[in-house]
């Protein structure tokens, strides 16, 4: 049974940072391109970054410089540090193995003033 279970959001002021975690499990995730991916209330899925099993990252322009995404193939895990953290920022954000449906329950991140 495929699982993506994304924890490490909250209530964070502007200018601070976060850092997200998402396990996954029932899949070869070292096979995977990995991707956060982020909603904001009344708006469309945003991709905000990938990385390949070999490392190779790509980010959206709204957080290029300031998100970081990673990958631990040994705990089957992706990671998305999230620094200087804007009001904008705020979403639930979910981890995706690309080409597969399967998604998890995601994480609230919300910034403040």
């Known amino acids: 049974q495929v699982q993506l279970v994304e924890s490490g959001g909250g209530l964070v002021q502007a200018g601070g940072s976060l850092r997200l975690s998402c396990a996954a499990s029932?899949?070869?995730?070292?096979?995977?391109?990995m991707s956060w991916v982020r909603q904001a209330p009344g708006k469309q899925r945003e991709l905000v970054a990938t990385i390949s099993s070999g490392g190779s990252t790509y980010y959206a322009d709204s957080v290029k410089g300031r998100f970081t995404i990673s990958r631990d193939n040994a705990k089957n895990t992706v990671y998305l540090q999230m620094n200087s953290l804007k009001l904008e920022d705020t979403a639930v954000y979910y981890c995706?193995?690309?080409?597969?449906?399967?998604w998890g329950q995601g994480t609230q991140v919300t910034v403040s003033e």
């Open positions: 029932g899949f070869t995730f070292s096979s995977y391109v």
């Open positions: 995706n193995a690309i080409g597969r449906l399967n």
